[in-house]
């Protein structure tokens, strides 16, 4: 059994709390679906932005490079980090020499990513999470098990208990209008006292020099309308070539991602405001060890837009939190196989090649199956399962030879003879929580034909092939 | 033309009914139907258990079987899909349109596209939710994805509407994944049986007598749970339907 297997055997078990779940994401989907129907050119929409992506990832270093000599013409200062550890540094460093230890920020899935919180919660600066959802997870102490919707697996209830220990609000009292309420009021302070403004990037704008964040409760905006700093995170693989492509970009978005026409914030920024400082650190942190894998490489034309989530059969009944990458859903499966197949490979079972978030995904990168592509290379990488490997080379030895198959085919027969709780029960992993075996024929099809009974029945087994209903194609 | 009929493993022994179906639908067309004997398996379990190179020797087996064949046709979507999509990798000396994957086709497929009768002749009157199953909507086209803004279309549906006497439906979430998925129904068994009997919810739903697709593996599993809860509800293989009365 898979890490993902088991922990979700376990989300199961709560089987109102997964009938949430998966009716709350599947109405997300629903909506987006909607959305894309009331598009006409939706389908050419998503063939022009995996078209865009693919142009840009084999041009990254021109694209790259364009963006950072015009966003520092524009006034912007423009940092690398290989990974990580340089990333955190890099802003501590930033965070340091420009003081101040109130640090507001918006939702970055880079940040968690490579661990930034609590990399500068660590050196005293206070980084707090200006997204509603974000915010609720971390008051939590828990990661976001949506990379949209961080918050989507906790009940109201939970909230009003985690805000009514935090900050004292009226007992019981789960309304999510004052709820929301109260969390306003709580952050607003936050905005108003922050020292230092942080956003991720959704999209950079290369010939512009400029990049986009997307919000739809503001929060970076007014995050970044006090501070006189605003340091912006990004993958390499945010860039874009113009305006034209983030026409494109938005327009399928916050359609694929939460079903609106557009996110309600898509804010620009171009150049600092007077006396103010805006810093941009672009992160490779193994991207570009990704752009070389063939196989794999379309995965950077991901949008974040967690479409694939909300779509996948498998998420919606197993929660975020039974993925071990701190991204879930098929997205995760694959970018935690990028990241390293040996810690994270417990999630590629989390699939059952529906291959529904191939067709829902915006850029059109082929999730599902690069799902089964992983898969494949478990076994070379000395990482398949024991068992499962071992059922498929008894299967395989008896399919490669008829008299074993049918023989084997005799055995089961006879073992479906057995008393109905012999085979139909918890041992039994096809039985697990209650799907009884399906019953051997009393002959093979094989058996039925060498007999002659196929076609007897059909009264052809005189060779008299009626040309009967025959239409000439 | 010669058409060989591809039955695969779990049909074979699990059910025949399918295959004789099958069989009796394409020689009620005129067809010139063939089983080459001693069929096993395509494969596609060991695949999608990520040992698809474990299913080379299958495969080999497979285009030996039937290289007398013009046209390959089996009534099993995702094993179909898997030797369109697998064998390419998997044979030696792979020529393109020269080996199976260019030949075989799913049976409602093949009757819709290649076949094209202008009646069946068969009757069945009863209420029957359609199971789209996945790697029949998504990787063989067999009707449109949900997912898509693409006029709707379905294969199954059309060849169903030349059924006397039966009324088709299909559940509110038309193609969501019923969770069988292979080696995935016992890896994540819990998951997978979740699946199953939300969509059992759905089909049932409809009011409808049978649940009724062109993938048996489908309907294994969700036999299993109707077997197991005692759910007011059959499942049919397609071909059950198109041949009935025949």
């Given at each position: 059994m898979s890490t993902h297997s088991r922990a979700a055997a376990r989300f199961v078990a709560d089987a109102a709390r997964t009938a949430w779940h998966d009716g709350a994401l599947w109405t997300v989907r629903a909506k987006r679906d909607r959305m894309a129907q009331s598009v006409p050119e939706w389908e050419a929409?998503?063939?022009?932005?995996?078209?865009?992506?693919?142009?840009?990832?084999?041009?990254?270093?021109?694209?790259?490079?364009?963006?950072?000599?015009?966003?520092?013409?524009n006034g912007m200062q423009v940092h690398w980090a290989a990974d990580a550890d340089e990333m955190n540094r890099?802003?501590?460093?930033?965070?340091?020499?420009?003081?101040?230890?109130?640090?507001?920020?918006s939702k970055s899935m880079l940040s968690e990513e490579c661990g930034l919180t609590p990399y500068l919660l660590a050196r005293g600066v206070d980084a707090?999470?200006?997204?509603?959802g974000e915010r609720i997870m971390q008051l939590l102490h828990r990661p976001p098990s949506h990379i949209v919707l961080p918050a989507i697996a906790v009940k109201r209830e939970e909230v009003g208990e985690l805000f009514e220990r935090v900050w004292h609000t009226a007992a019981g009292n789960s309304d999510p209008a004052y709820l929301t309420h109260e969390a306003r009021r709580h952050l607003r302070g936050k905005f108003l006292g922050a020292d230092i403004a942080m956003t991720g990037v959704n999209f950079a704008i290369a010939e512009a020099g400029a990049f986009a964040v997307c919000t739809n409760e503001g929060n970076a905006d007014l995050g970044t309308s006090f501070p006189d700093l605003h340091i912006a995170i990004m993958g390499l693989e945010k860039v874009i070539p113009d305006y034209r492509a983030l026409a494109v970009f938005t327009r399928l978005l916050a359609r694929s991602a939460t079903g609106q026409p557009v996110t309600t914030y898509t804010s620009l920024y171009r150049r600092p405001a007077a006396g103010k400082q805006i810093h941009v650190v672009i992160v490779d942190n193994g991207r570009t060890e990704s752009l070389a894998n063939e196989a794999h490489r379309n995965m950077l034309k991901c949008l974040r837009c967690g479409a694939c989530m909300n779509t996948c059969p498998v998420y919606r009944r197993s929660g975020g939190a039974t993925y071990s990458y701190f991204i879930p859903g098929p997205l995760g499966i694959n970018l935690g196989m990028l990241r390293s197949p040996e810690r994270y490979h417990g999630n590629v079972s989390a699939c059952s090649l529906c291959y529904s978030c191939s067709e829902v995904c915006p850029a059109k990168i082929d999730l599902g199956e690069q799902i089964y592509a992983?898969?494949?290379?478990?076994?070379?990488?000395g990482l398949a399962d024991a068992r499962k490997k071992l059922a498929v080379k008894a299967m395989n030895f008896a399919m490669r030879a008829p008299g074993r198959f049918y023989g084997a085919i005799a055995l089961g027969r006879f073992a479906g003879r057995l008393p109905h709780g012999v085979l139909n029960n918890r041992l039994n992993p096809w039985y697990g929580s209650g799907r009884d075996m399906p019953r051997f024929a009393p002959r093979t099809f094989d058996a039925l034909w060498k007999a002659g009974l196929v076609r007897k029945a059909c009264g052809t087994s005189d060779d008299s092939n009626p040309e009967k209903h025959r239409q000439t194609p | 033309m010669k058409v060989g009929l591809f039955i695969p493993c779990y049909i074979n022994a699990v059910y025949p009914e399918v295959g004789e179906a099958?069989?009796?639908?394409?020689?009620?067309?005129?067809?010139?139907?063939?089983?080459p004997t001693g069929q096993t398996c395509c494969g596609q379990p060991m695949a999608n258990a990520g040992f698809e190179?474990?299913?080379?020797?299958?495969?080999?087996?497979?285009?030996?079987?039937?290289?007398?064949?013009?046209?390959?046709?089996?009534?099993?979507?995702?094993?179909?899909?898997?030797?369109?999509?697998?064998?390419?990798?998997?044979?030696?000396?792979?020529?393109?349109?020269a080996c199976i994957d260019a030949r075989i086709y799913e049976i409602c497929e093949f009757v819709h596209d290649v076949v094209r009768p202008a009646k069946l002749g068969a009757c069945f009157p009863h209420k029957v939710s359609l199971h789209n199953s996945c790697h029949g909507v998504r990787k063989l086209g067999l009707s449109t994805p949900g997912e898509l803004n693409v006029p709707y279309r379905s294969k199954l549906r059309d060849l169903l509407e030349m059924v006397d006497g039966v009324e088709v439906c299909e559940p509110s979430r038309r193609d969501e994944c019923c969770g069988f998925g292979g080696m995935f129904s016992a890896?994540?068994?819990?998951?997978?049986?979740?699946?199953?009997?939300?969509k059992l919810r759905d089909h049932l739903a409809t009011g409808?007598?049978?649940?009724?697709?062109?993938?048996?593996?489908?309907?294994?599993?969700?036999?299993?749970?109707?077997?197991?809860?005692?759910?007011?509800?059959?499942?049919?293989?397609?071909v059950q339907i198109l041949a009935s009365n025949l």
């Amino acid at each position: 059994m898979s890490t993902h297997s088991r922990a979700a055997a376990r989300f199961v078990a709560d089987a109102a709390r997964t009938a949430w779940h998966d009716g709350a994401l599947w109405t997300v989907r629903a909506k987006r679906d909607r959305m894309a129907q009331s598009v006409p050119e939706w389908e050419a929409l998503r063939a022009a932005s995996s078209a865009i992506k693919r142009h840009t990832l084999s041009h990254l270093g021109h694209y790259l490079e364009l963006f950072e000599r015009n966003a520092s013409a524009n006034g912007m200062q423009v940092h690398w980090a290989a990974d990580a550890d340089e990333m955190n540094r890099i802003v501590g460093e930033i965070v340091a020499a420009h003081g101040g230890r109130n640090l507001i920020k918006s939702k970055s899935m880079l940040s968690e990513e490579c661990g930034l919180t609590p990399y500068l919660l660590a050196r005293g600066v206070d980084a707090v999470e200006s997204d509603l959802g974000e915010r609720i997870m971390q008051l939590l102490h828990r990661p976001p098990s949506h990379i949209v919707l961080p918050a989507i697996a906790v009940k109201r209830e939970e909230v009003g208990e985690l805000f009514e220990r935090v900050w004292h609000t009226a007992a019981g009292n789960s309304d999510p209008a004052y709820l929301t309420h109260e969390a306003r009021r709580h952050l607003r302070g936050k905005f108003l006292g922050a020292d230092i403004a942080m956003t991720g990037v959704n999209f950079a704008i290369a010939e512009a020099g400029a990049f986009a964040v997307c919000t739809n409760e503001g929060n970076a905006d007014l995050g970044t309308s006090f501070p006189d700093l605003h340091i912006a995170i990004m993958g390499l693989e945010k860039v874009i070539p113009d305006y034209r492509a983030l026409a494109v970009f938005t327009r399928l978005l916050a359609r694929s991602a939460t079903g609106q026409p557009v996110t309600t914030y898509t804010s620009l920024y171009r150049r600092p405001a007077a006396g103010k400082q805006i810093h941009v650190v672009i992160v490779d942190n193994g991207r570009t060890e990704s752009l070389a894998n063939e196989a794999h490489r379309n995965m950077l034309k991901c949008l974040r837009c967690g479409a694939c989530m909300n779509t996948c059969p498998v998420y919606r009944r197993s929660g975020g939190a039974t993925y071990s990458y701190f991204i879930p859903g098929p997205l995760g499966i694959n970018l935690g196989m990028l990241r390293s197949p040996e810690r994270y490979h417990g999630n590629v079972s989390a699939c059952s090649l529906c291959y529904s978030c191939s067709e829902v995904c915006p850029a059109k990168i082929d999730l599902g199956e690069q799902i089964y592509a992983w898969r494949q290379e478990l076994d070379g990488e000395g990482l398949a399962d024991a068992r499962k490997k071992l059922a498929v080379k008894a299967m395989n030895f008896a399919m490669r030879a008829p008299g074993r198959f049918y023989g084997a085919i005799a055995l089961g027969r006879f073992a479906g003879r057995l008393p109905h709780g012999v085979l139909n029960n918890r041992l039994n992993p096809w039985y697990g929580s209650g799907r009884d075996m399906p019953r051997f024929a009393p002959r093979t099809f094989d058996a039925l034909w060498k007999a002659g009974l196929v076609r007897k029945a059909c009264g052809t087994s005189d060779d008299s092939n009626p040309e009967k209903h025959r239409q000439t194609p | 033309m010669k058409v060989g009929l591809f039955i695969p493993c779990y049909i074979n022994a699990v059910y025949p009914e399918v295959g004789e179906a099958s069989y009796r639908l394409l020689a009620s067309l005129g067809l010139d139907v063939d089983y080459p004997t001693g069929q096993t398996c395509c494969g596609q379990p060991m695949a999608n258990a990520g040992f698809e190179r474990d299913a080379r020797p299958l495969a080999e087996r497979m285009e030996r079987l039937f290289a007398a064949y013009d046209y390959v046709v089996g009534p099993s979507a995702s094993c179909v899909v898997f030797v369109k999509e697998g064998y390419p990798r998997l044979l030696d000396g792979y020529r393109e349109h020269a080996c199976i994957d260019a030949r075989i086709y799913e049976i409602c497929e093949f009757v819709h596209d290649v076949v094209r009768p202008a009646k069946l002749g068969a009757c069945f009157p009863h209420k029957v939710s359609l199971h789209n199953s996945c790697h029949g909507v998504r990787k063989l086209g067999l009707s449109t994805p949900g997912e898509l803004n693409v006029p709707y279309r379905s294969k199954l549906r059309d060849l169903l509407e030349m059924v006397d006497g039966v009324e088709v439906c299909e559940p509110s979430r038309r193609d969501e994944c019923c969770g069988f998925g292979g080696m995935f129904s016992a890896e994540e068994n819990a998951v997978s049986i979740r699946m199953g009997r939300d969509k059992l919810r759905d089909h049932l739903a409809t009011g409808a007598e049978y649940i009724t697709g062109a993938d048996s593996s489908c309907l294994m599993h969700m036999q299993g749970i109707i077997d197991h809860d005692r759910l007011p509800i059959r499942t049919l293989h397609i071909v059950q339907i198109l041949a009935s009365n025949l």
